[in-house]
């Protein structure tokens, strides 16, 4: 529905980055760190998300409250882009949308779990320290389950005041259908009942 | 892993924002065959390629892999548009194989290959393609040409014209190779590497190694001339190109990434599979791609590719390791792990129950079996059902407390069967210890009068 009231802006990067990779373009592309030999920064990509959302001045009523959904920022660092690069275009994007428009801002980053994955950790830790609100999904300890495919951790963080309050928690298990995914609480799925 | 969207839309009007660059679609994953659940409202687009069929989960239009066990496990086939990533057995023996059956398929079906190799000449990988099994219709075609024209004996099992069947997998004899006159007919493109590096190519630096670079080009040039992805208004093609890379990451391509752990081009592979996706998900191309995971040192560089293939299947054989002796395994030739399956236009993957699959090479068939625990079978019948015993998994094929025991227990347990498994390491039998019935789900009596009567669970067994 956001789409048909021309309120939902998409960069598509499988698209785009076939775009970028074999013709060459005369301004900067958002992805032309993938032109690029060295590890590139994102500040293309940032002026990509800033024009996207800025309001309109042409009187009518402005969009309020944006949202900048992000999927996924792990890629970035498979496709060369440093993760302190990473990290400082999640800043300015949230300098900009947070700030300065009062939006909302969703990232998605795989955790590499045992895979040692150095780079996605450091991104991991520095995006978790930033946040307010961390969703962690995960599969069960017990392995594969065809009822509770995994379970999603609710954290609520409050980066401001680090020792103020303890953090609350939650914990659901879920199961995920065709088009959409069930939640229950631990010990409660269906099957089980 | 799922991301929940905090939705702060505002209540104005549609503005006219201007996007740099956006597309129309909300996926990039174009339906290309008809719903399967919908009526025949509608001429389906595209259902007549040949060697393609709809998927009944998803509508997207699948492509045989040339095993029908594997198009079985992979929820019905190869989903156009996306990649397979082979992880290759240790000696490289049977990855090959997979290989030359998604080609023979291509060559069945009348699809266009694009074969890719840094090892071997593409002309020399499609000779030694299998030869197809034929089915009866055939069979009996070719009978009749042997009575009508007298042909010897050993020119029987040779076709004399291209096999048009319907079906969607077939099988194929691997001791026997494709008749040439198949190769002849279908059309194909090769890329070998020493042929194309030597010439020069006036392209940007950028972080991905020459090979890789040629290659791209190369891809993205048939499809356009040929008009897979429908933007050459002078082509337009209705078939599918099978893209098959050879031993992708191999030092043979110019890439370190099997040799050290910390290799300067690190992101060239992965950049390479970005852009590979890019490109397929906007044609008319399946692709296979055989990489050599088990000589890359880096294992975050696997999560990583494997995070960028859509379909990964991993071979592990067993010459060279202990399970060769193993007694469980001595009718199959390794195991089959299924790592990946993407999900595309819905949330769910068409995951199967069975986690441990073994594969078989006889000489006609390469045959998917899941392997079940020896011991079971044999003593199913020495411990009656309804009894409780101690649990206990004895010279598995997994090791000693991994996840699949529980998996394993929990699984068996949750079984309406009524039989008990395993496995006690005392001489004697035990003595029963419970009443007989084992409880394996709450029924409605759980909360007949408002206070639970009986705990639910596996192991309930009731006073």
């Known amino acids: ?193 | 892993m799922a991301a929940v969207a905090t939705c702060g839309t505002g209540a104005g009007s549609a503005g006219s924002m201007a996007a740099a660059t956006s597309s129309s679609d909300v996926t990039s994953f174009q339906r290309k065959g008809p719903r399967a659940s919908g009526t025949d409202s509608g001429v389906p687009r595209l259902v007549s390629i040949a060697g393609t069929r709809p998927s009944v989960r998803n509508g997207q239009l699948l492509v045989s892999t040339g095993l029908p066990a594997l198009d079985q496990l992979l929820g019905g086939g190869l989903a156009v548009g996306t990649v397979l990533l082979i992880e290759e057995d240790k000696y490289n023996i049977y990855s090959p194989l997979l290989f030359k059956y998604f080609l023979a398929e291509g060559i069945i079906n009348g699809h266009t290959l694009l074969v890719a190799s840094a090892k071997e000449d593409p002309a020399d990988i499609l000779q030694e393609l299998p030869a197809p099994l034929l089915d009866d219709n055939c069979k009996k075609e070719l009978d009749e040409d042997v009575y009508n024209h007298k042909t010897p004996e050993s020119n029987i099992k040779m076709q004399v014209g291209p096999v048009s069947s319907s079906r969607f997998g077939h099988y194929y004899d691997a001791s026997k190779r494709i008749p040439q006159e198949l190769i002849e007919a279908s059309k194909w493109h090769g890329f070998f590497l020493p042929e194309k590096i030597s010439s020069t190519f006036k392209v940007e630096p950028c972080s991905l190694t020459h090979g890789y670079i040629k290659l791209l080009h190369f891809i993205q040039n048939i499809i356009y001339e040929e008009g897979f992805d429908g933007s050459n208004p002078q082509k337009k093609q209705k078939n599918i190109l099978r893209i098959g890379i050879q031993n992708l990451g191999s030092p043979l391509w110019g890439d370190d990434i099997c040799c050290t752990e910390n290799c300067d081009n690190s992101h060239s592979l992965t950049k390479f599979l970005y852009v590979l996706r890019g490109l397929l998900r906007t044609s008319l191309s399946a692709c296979i791609i055989t990489m050599p995971t088990h000589l890359i040192q880096n294992k975050a560089i696997i999560a990583r590719v494997t995070n960028l293939s859509d379909t990964v299947v991993g071979l592990e054989s067993f010459i060279g390791s202990e399970r060769e002796t193993n007694p469980l395994y001595k009718d199959y030739h390794g195991l089959i792990h299924i790592r990946q399956i993407p999900r595309l236009n819905n949330l769910i993957c068409d995951e199967s129950d069975v986690k441990d699959l073994a594969f078989k090479l006889k000489r006609k068939l390469f045959t998917i079996e899941w392997v079940q625990d020896n011991y079971l079978r044999q003593e199913r019948n020495i411990y009656p059902p309804g009894f409780s015993y101690l649990l206990k998994q004895k010279d598995s094929a997994w090791g000693e407390g991994s996840l699949q025991h529980s998996t394993f227990l929990m699984s068996f347990l949750a079984k309406a069967t009524a039989f008990a498994s395993r496995l006690v390491r005392h001489g004697e039998p035990l003595k029963q210890t419970g009443s007989g019935r084992i409880h394996q789900a709450a029924g409605p009596r759980l909360w007949h009068d408002g206070r639970r009567q009986e705990a639910p669970g596996f192991l309930g067994i009731p006073p």
């Not at chain 1, 944006?66 to 994007?93: I, K």
């Not at chain 1, 389950?145 to 609520?156: A, E, F, K, M, T």
Request: glycine share 6%; aromatic share 8%; proline share 4%.
């Open chain 1, 1 to 193: 529905m956001a789409r048909e009231r021309g309120q939902l802006v998409f960069l598509e990067g499988l698209k785009a980055s076939v775009d970028v990779f074999f013709h060459a373009h005369e301004e900067p592309h958002p992805l032309q760190f993938l032109r690029e030999a060295n590890a590139g920064n994102l500040q293309p990509l940032f002026e990509f998300v800033r024009e996207a959302l800025k309001p309109v001045e042409n009187g009518e009523a402005a969009w309020r409250c944006p949202v900048l959904l992000v999927d996924d920022l792990s890629l970035l660092l498979s496709l060369g882009v440093g993760a302190v690069a990473v990290l400082d275009f999640v800043h300015y994007c949230r300098a900009t949308v947070c700030w300065e428009l009062k939006g909302n801002m969703v990232v998605l980053v795989h955790d590499s779990g045992d895979a040692e994955d150095e780079e996605n950790d450091i991104l991991l830790n520095g995006l978790s320290h930033q946040s307010h609100l961390i969703l962690r999904t995960e599969g069960l300890a017990t392995g594969f389950c065809r009822d509770v495919h995994g379970q999603l951790r609710i954290l609520w963080r409050r980066p401001s005041q680090p020792t103020a309050q303890r953090d609350r928690s939650l914990t659901y298990q879920y199961k995920i259908q065709d088009k959409s995914v069930s939640f229950f609480a631990k010990g409660m799925s269906p099957a089980v009942l």
